[in-house]
């Protein structure tokens, strides 16, 4: 991701005939999307113009300016829309942004090094942190990203706090890394 913007959604599919899409969107109300102005894709040298109109199936279904069409929709489907920083509200107190984790140490409660954060990933059951290096340095591990698995985040001090459950490290690595 660039420096200075922030991944807000991924078009899911397209809805019906003429030009819809089914967004999943990573803001806290689904349909502020939306509201940031353009938004851009990955390269940022491309913009899009988002019209929020209904939730449907856990996706907002929105209209992209320029999208008519199904072939046209589907065309953009996987398209990750991303919105400049400082047209996004500043975290509270206790809250972060996703990509500001991004490349921090995984410190372990042990102090054992687990390696970087190097990506988050919901895949439906909830969202995951995915670490690499350290003791994970055969592959990247993915955690949950819950406040069992990642007690402490310390955005600050340059780390997050990790508990992974018993066998993360599995075929014998665990045993290894306790070594």
């Known amino acids: 991701m660039a420096e200075g913007r922030i991944l807000l959604?991924?078009?899911?599919?397209?809805?019906?005939?003429?030009?819809?899409?089914?967004?999943?969107?990573?803001?806290?109300?689904?349909m502020a999307i939306a509201s940031y102005g353009p938004l851009s894709d990955e390269t940022g040298r491309k913009q899009y113009r988002v019209e929020a109109l209904s939730t449907v199936k856990g996706a907002v279904l929105a209209r992209i300016e320029g999208v008519a069409?199904?072939?046209a929709a589907e065309a953009i489907r996987g398209l990750r829309l991303y919105a400049e920083r400082s047209v996004l509200p500043a975290p509270d107190e206790g809250e972060w942004y996703e990509a500001d984790l991004i490349g921090l140490a995984a410190v372990g409660r042990d102090g054992r090094d687990?390696?970087?954060?190097?990506?988050?990933?919901?895949?439906?059951?909830?969202?995951?942190?995915?670490?690499?290096?350290?003791v994970a340095s055969r592959s990247s591990v993915m955690l949950p990203f819950n406040d069992d698995a990642v007690p402490e985040i310390d955005v600050?001090?340059?780390?997050?706090?990790?508990?992974?459950?018993?066998?993360?490290?599995?075929?014998?690595?665990?045993?290894?890394a306790e070594d």
């Open 114 to 134: 687990w390696g970087k954060v190097i990506a988050f990933h919901d895949f439906g059951a909830g969202s995951t942190m995915e670490v690499s290096g350290g």
């Open 9 to 30: 959604g991924v078009v899911a599919a397209p809805h019906g005939v003429r030009g819809l899409v089914r967004i999943r969107s990573y803001t806290e109300e689904p």
């Open 69 to 71: 069409d199904r072939t």
């Open 156 to 176: 600050a001090g340059g780390k997050v706090v990790v508990d992974p459950p018993e066998g993360v490290l599995a075929g014998g690595a665990e045993k290894e």
